[in-house]
């Protein structure tokens, strides 16, 4: 596992040393033009400073004393009258001005001028002023050297403290219980810091509302399976207690009756359970005009058996990303709505569009309708349209799911469900993509 203090340790020290050695080699380059500047102009005050008459009367009377200089001097006639360091390998003739050559001992630093009536060389190694610019350098760079450990050991305390912060909110969030999940405080934390609090401070909001949408899930589901539960339970015991075939047989119709609506209830609490908004659809093409056939042909013996006239206005080719079952689950429940709620000899129109790149499913049919007070609510759990609609059938048996699981498939699909009135006076369902 990687330390954060280790890595801006390693990395603040790695460019400490690397601004030290960049400092070094420039302290270093601008101290060699000053130590080149200053023995030219050694060399220039040494060859000024010889005397001007003939060689004869100078010989041996003179001595640089300079560390590392040779003296060479000719008459006019081009003899070599003085060489102070025969093994010094320089050129035989004397070059006026300054000059740079190089030798098999290395490069020398040559200045030649004419003194009076002879020729004068004074020559210097270069690596005398490159042993005393990096003297210069490093006299200068080895305080910064010395501090490094120091550095380190004061950039690893700071740091630490630096993230005292980040460990105080770990401890913080260690020794919480599982179901305290009121935000954390982000007072007195650093900057750096406080977008982290922040992001944990809505996860656990965003926690706290999905863990009291599932107790307030569970409680109504509890709620409402009580009720058909207890009735198969009265229904077993009428079976039971019944005393001719006739008797038990109306019973046993009642009782497969009551299992069918609890096994309703429980697929479709199971179809809403699976239909959050949080969920995460799978990326697959669906193409909506195949599965709206498929939906409708399902429908249709139901159709038929109640004289309602259930079919495609008409389709568009079109294709959504989402999770086919899913979306199978809506379309069957808006369908499913509308053939229960639409009267026999009624009439339920199906049509798939695509407006302004938006597929657009619209289910109208010949049913009462839903007030427009009660659009809105009718998307809630286990909520069903008041006693004051004037419904044409008041025999429907529901569970109040249906419309909620479509809204949660719609919204896990990135749709939008809209209730409004159809041309007929009955209710009409669009779906946009």
């Given at each position: 596992?990687?330390?954060?203090?280790?890595?801006?340790?390693?990395?603040?020290?790695?460019?400490?040393?690397?601004?030290?050695?960049?400092?070094?080699?420039?302290?270093?380059?601008?101290?060699?033009?000053?130590?080149?500047?200053?023995?030219?102009?050694?060399?220039?005050?040494?060859?000024?400073?010889?005397?001007?008459?003939s060689f004869s009367q100078v010989l041996g009377s003179r001595d640089t004393g300079e560390e590392g200089i040779v003296l060479q001097i000719w008459n006019r006639n081009g003899v070599l009258m003085y060489y102070s360091t025969p093994r010094a390998p320089l050129a035989p003739h004397a070059e006026l001005g300054f000059s740079t050559q190089r030798t098999e001992r290395g490069d020398w630093r040559v200045y030649g001028a004419i003194v009076g009536d002879n020729v004068v060389q004074l020559a210097q190694p270069l690596s005398v002023r490159n042993r005393l610019a990096a003297n210069v350098a490093l006299r200068t760079l080895w305080?910064?050297?010395?501090?490094?450990?120091?550095?380190?050991?004061?950039?690893?305390?700071?740091?630490?403290?630096?993230?005292?912060?980040?460990?105080?909110?770990?401890?913080?969030?260690?020794?919480?219980?599982?179901?305290?999940?009121?935000?954390?405080?982000?007072?007195?934390?650093?900057?750096?810091?406080?977008?982290?609090?922040?992001?944990?401070?809505?996860?656990?909001?965003?926690?706290?509302?999905?863990?009291?949408?599932?107790?307030?899930?569970?409680?109504?589901?509890?709620?409402?399976?009580?009720?058909?539960?207890?009735?198969?339970?009265?229904?077993?015991?009428?079976?039971?207690?019944?005393?001719?075939?006739?008797?038990?047989?109306?019973?046993?119709?009642?009782?497969?009756?009551?299992?069918?609506?609890?096994?309703?209830?429980?697929?479709?609490?199971?179809?809403?359970?699976?239909?959050?908004?949080?969920?995460?659809?799978?990326?697959?093409?669906?193409?909506?005009?195949?599965?709206?056939?498929?939906?409708?042909?399902?429908?249709?013996?139901?159709?038929?058996?109640?004289?309602?006239?259930?079919?495609?206005?008409?389709?568009?080719?079109?294709?959504?990303?989402?999770?086919?079952?899913?979306?199978?689950?809506?379309?069957?429940?808006?369908?499913?709505?509308?053939?229960?709620?639409?009267?026999?000899?009624?009439?339920?129109?199906?049509?798939?569009?695509?407006?302004?790149?938006?597929?657009?499913?619209?289910?109208?049919?010949?049913?009462?309708?839903?007030?427009?007070?009660?659009?809105?609510?009718?998307?809630?759990?286990?909520?069903?349209?008041?006693?004051?609609?004037?419904?044409?059938?008041?025999?429907?048996?529901?569970?109040?799911?249906?419309?909620?699981?479509?809204?949660?498939?719609?919204?896990?699909?990135?749709?939008?469900?809209?209730?409004?009135?159809?041309?007929?006076?009955?209710?009409?369902?669009?779906?946009?993509?």
């Amino acid at each position: 596992m990687r330390s954060i203090r280790r890595q801006l340790l390693f990395w603040l020290l790695a460019i400490v040393l690397t601004g030290v050695c960049i400092a070094g080699w420039l302290i270093y380059r601008q101290a060699l033009a000053e130590a080149n500047e200053l023995f030219d102009y050694q060399l220039q005050e040494i060859a000024g400073a010889l005397p001007s008459e003939s060689f004869s009367q100078v010989l041996g009377s003179r001595d640089t004393g300079e560390e590392g200089i040779v003296l060479q001097i000719w008459n006019r006639n081009g003899v070599l009258m003085y060489y102070s360091t025969p093994r010094a390998p320089l050129a035989p003739h004397a070059e006026l001005g300054f000059s740079t050559q190089r030798t098999e001992r290395g490069d020398w630093r040559v200045y030649g001028a004419i003194v009076g009536d002879n020729v004068v060389q004074l020559a210097q190694p270069l690596s005398v002023r490159n042993r005393l610019a990096a003297n210069v350098a490093l006299r200068t760079l080895w305080p910064l050297i010395v501090l490094l450990p120091l550095l380190g050991v004061a950039v690893w305390v700071v740091v630490g403290r630096g993230l005292k912060p980040l460990r105080r909110v770990a401890g913080a969030l260690d020794t919480r219980h599982p179901e305290a999940l009121d935000p954390l405080p982000d007072q007195r934390l650093p900057l750096e810091v406080q977008p982290l609090v922040r992001a944990l401070n809505g996860l656990l909001a965003r926690l706290s509302a999905a863990l009291d949408t599932q107790k307030a899930f569970v409680a109504d589901a509890a709620h409402e399976l009580r009720t058909p539960l207890a009735a198969v339970q009265i229904q077993t015991q009428l079976v039971a207690r019944a005393r001719d075939d006739e008797t038990r047989q109306e019973a046993l119709v009642d009782l497969q009756a009551g299992v069918t609506r609890a096994t309703r209830l429980a697929e479709q609490l199971l179809a809403l359970a699976r239909a959050e908004p949080d969920g995460h659809a799978a990326t697959v093409a669906v193409d909506l005009h195949t599965m709206l056939d498929e939906c409708v042909a399902s429908r249709a013996p139901l159709a038929q058996q109640r004289n309602i006239d259930l079919g495609i206005e008409a389709t568009t080719r079109a294709t959504v990303i989402g999770e086919p079952e899913a979306l199978r689950v809506m379309l069957n429940n808006l369908l499913d709505n509308a053939t229960k709620y639409t009267p026999e000899g009624g009439r339920i129109d199906v049509s798939l569009k695509v407006e302004e790149g938006r597929p657009i499913v619209r289910i109208a049919d010949t049913g009462p309708g839903i007030p427009v007070e009660e659009r809105e609510r009718v998307f809630d759990r286990f909520y069903r349209a008041g006693a004051g609609v004037n419904r044409v059938r008041s025999d429907i048996a529901g569970s109040g799911l249906g419309l909620a699981i479509v809204k949660r498939i719609a919204l896990q699909h990135h749709a939008d469900v809209t209730l409004g009135e159809s041309a007929s006076g009955g209710l009409l369902v669009t779906v946009r993509f």
